[in-house]
Every structure is written in structure tokens, then in C-alpha cells.
């Protein structure tokens, strides 16, 4: 956001877009609209530049930028706040060297959603749909293949109740487990580690349930496409823990990854609702901007528990 543009700021400018570390998406932006693609996710940084700055820079030697970042992403902040001064600095000395005495530009930095740099706020939603992929997943994969392997899935086929029926009841218990870790990461996220929780407390929940719904669908068509408990363990804590590792954005950024890998995370449930839960709890979203992961999330649990119910067989081999 350039309020000065003066001859300073557009070789500062310039210097910004040089450099490989940014790509500068607009130029002239109000508050508001910076506001606005900070909350949408759209952007990770705007340096808004005084009407005074050139002025400053001469008279007093001493020119101040405002820096802002989304502190929703601690280390990714840190990260751009680093290259942002080490530019500014070249600037400096670039400066310096032509014109003595020295000049000094200060960035004044603050950190949206986060202003003390509380890394803990990034951590517990990636924990949270870590624990849960794992209890739901893990846990669930089992519960129909478990029955194959002791002789019981015959009473089960002869009993009034439909195939959905079977697969609800296997899922039940993990469910309501999974709520009770979810109140407890909570409480001790808000109490203890001293999350904000600045959302809708009753949208959260519902895209948690959302969440836990799409892992027990997931869970239900591993047990239902297996014929042993190792294989459905296997697939569900490789096939779903190392992408909720990696793939969900808690851990490693998914803008720093290659493109394919960016297409990737689209299909893993848990970088929905990390991406979900982060607008909601810290940003303090509403669900206009939290659409996309909703229709994610329901879209992945209809296919899930579709194949699920298709895959049930009614019939001993």
C-alpha cells in the first residue's frame, strides 16, 4: 500500500519485487481490502509506505513502514519478516553509500490474529486434526474387518439390520470418543496454552463433527476393503497419518512445496479442517468464509461412506 509514491518507495518497492521470495499482487489497496484478503487467507504480508516516507528519509534521516503479517502462521511470519528487513537493509546501505549521512528506514511490525508470536496457536489445530484422523481412522478401520477375523460377521448378515445400519453402530463409539478428545484438547488449548477461541464456538463444532464423520467414513471403507486387521492398520496410519503430517500445513507450508504436491493436499480431509478450524478459532471467521471447507469435508464423507455401503458384503465368501 503505497501512500507516498515518491521515488524511496518505488525502488523499494521495486527491490521487493526483484527479490524471489515475494510476488507482489496489487499496489494501491485500502484497509479494509487488506483486512478482508488477510481473513480470506489470500495474502501473507502488505507493507504499507507513509505519504511522508520520502520526506522523512531526507529531513530527518529516519523513515518508518508499517509491516503486517498473519500471525495465524507464526513461523511463516517470522520467516517474511526476516526477508522483509534483510531488503530493507540492502535498501539502507544502497542508499548510504550515495548519500552520508546515514539514513535508517524502520519497518513496524505487527502480527495479525497473533501479536506476541504464540507458536502454540499453529500447533493445536494440526494436533487436533491429528488426534482425531488417528482415533477415528485408525480405530475404526478395524471394527468390520475385526469380524471377518473371529467368525462373527455371520450374525451380523443374518440379523434385520441394513448394511448402513452395521456401519453406524461400528462407528457410534468412536465417535462420542472422539467428541471427549475434543473437549479436552479444547479446554486445555483455551486454559492452558492460552488459544483464543474468537469464533463461533457452535461453528466449531460443527466442523469438527464434520471432520470426525468424513475420518469414520474413511475408516468404515479401509475396514470394508480389507480382509486383516494389520492391512487396515497399515493403510490407515500410513495411508492417512504421514499426508495429515505433511500434507495438512501444520508442520511444513504448502506454499513452499512443489505444485503437485499443492494439488495433493486438496484431496487429504485434515488440511480442510486445519485451514477451517485456524479461520474460526483465531481469526474469529463466520461460515461465509469457511464455505469451501464444509463443502470439502461433505463431499469426502459422501464418497467415503458411499463406497463404504457398496463394498459391504452381505454374503461369506
Given at each position: 500500500?503505497d ?20 510476488s507482489i499482487?496489487?499496489?494501491?489497496i ?7 484478503e ?14 511522508q ?19 495465524t502462521?507464526?513461523n511463516v511470519?517470522?520467516m ?8 530493507t ?8 553509500s550515495?548519500?552520508?549521512?546515514a ?10 490474529y ?39 460377521m ?12 452395521v456401519l ?7 465417535l ?5 478428545n ?10 492452558v ?17 464434520l471432520?470426525i ?34 500434507f495438512?500445513?501444520?508442520?511444513f ?28 478459532m ?15 469435508l ?7 461412506l ?10 461369506l465368501?
Open positions: 500500500m501512500n507516498a509514491k515518491d521515488e524511496h518507495s518505488e525502488k523499494l518497492i521495486n527491490k521487493f519485487k526483484a527479490s524471489t521470495y515475494f499482487s496489487e499496489k494501491q485500502s484497509y479494509v481490502r487488506i483486512e478482508q488477510f481473513k480470506k487467507g489470500n495474502i501473507k504480508a502488505a507493507i504499507i509506505f507513509p505519504a516516507f520520502s520526506s522523512d528519509l531526507t529531513t530527518s534521516k529516519k523513515a518508518q513502514i508499517q509491516v503486517l503479517t498473519d500471525g502462521e507464526p511470519a517470522k517474511l519478516l526476516q526477508y522483509i528487513t534483510s531488503i537493509q540492502d535498501y539502507q546501505q544502497v542508499l548510504n550515495a548519500i552520508p549521512p539514513m535508517v528506514i524502520i519497518p513496524e511490525i505487527s502480527m495479525l497473533n501479536e506476541e508470536g504464540n507458536g502454540s496457536i499453529n500447533f493445536v489445530p494440526g494436533v487436533m486434526a491429528l488426534i482425531l484422523m488417528i482415533v477415528c481412522t485408525a480405530l475404526t478401520s478395524v471394527a468390520v474387518v475385526r469380524e471377518k477375523e473371529l467368525g462373527t455371520e450374525a451380523l448378515l443374518v440379523s434385520p439390520f441394513k448394511p448402513i445400519m453406524v453402530a461400528k462407528a457410534v463409539p468412536y462420542v470418543l472422539s467428541l471427549i475434543l473437549n479436552f484438547i479444547l479446554i486445555l488449548a483455551v486454559f496454552m492460552n488459544v483464543p477461541m474468537q469464533g463461533n464456538i457452535f461453528l466449531f463444532f460443527f466442523l469438527s463433527m471432520f464423520s468424513t475420518s469414520l467414513s474413511m475408516g468404515l471403507l479401509i475396514s470394508n476393503a480389507t480382509d486383516s486387521q494389520q492391512v487396515a492398520l497399515l493403510l490407515s496410519m500410513v495411508g492417512m497419518l504421514l499426508p495429515t503430517l505433511i495438512s500445513g501444520f508442520i507450508p504448502l506454499e513452499n512445496m512443489p505444485m503437485f504436491f499443492q494439488w495433493f493436499a486438496y484431496i487429504v480431509p485434515a488440511r480442510w479442517y486445519y485451514t477451517g478450524v485456524k479461520s474460526i483465531l481469526k474469529g471467521l463466520d461460515i461465509s468464509y469457511i464455505w469451501k471447507e464444509i463443502t470439502a461433505s463431499v469426502m464423507t459422501i464418497i467415503f458411499s463406497i463404504a455401503i457398496k463394498k459391504f458384503k452381505i454374503r465368501s
